[in-house]
């Protein structure tokens, strides 16, 4: 209908802008779990080489040895730190991703419920409409039938 035109385009356009937003959440999230095993691995690595160090180099070490895996270690955990700090942006991006798709699906819900308020109103009209024409039909009806028995009254 030509009349809820403008209505149906701000739904459509609105349905297309939430579409938008959810393949950003949906990539926010894909990113963040990627980072979020990077850093799971770093971890896992970092625990597993501590262990093996531990366990199997203990007796007659040369100092350099020792200095070099503590400098590795130093390292790994600088890395697993700024991991650390990428997965707490991207958790960022994933909740400001998350509440634009909130807005563009209530802001969606929002015309759709405007839209059919408007056509229950139209529905509502054209059901008085009808209801007006068929009372005028029988209300007719009626004048003429009481016309047509007077008329045979007086013949």
Known sequence: ???FRALELAIEQSTQQRDAQARKHAQAQKTLQFAQ???QQLQSYSNDTDARWVGGHSVNLSVEL???HYQFMDRLQHAATQQMGVVANLERQLATA???LLQAEYRLAAFKQVLKGRRMEQQVVQQRREQRATDEFAAM???RDRADRN???HV
Do not use: D, N, S, V
């Open 1 to 3: 209908m030509p009349k």
């Open 37 to 39: 095993g990077q850093l």
């Open 66 to 68: 020792i200095r070099h």
């Open 98 to 100: 998350h509440q634009a």
């Open 141 to 143: 009806r009626h004048f």
């Open 151 to 153: 008329t045979q009254e």
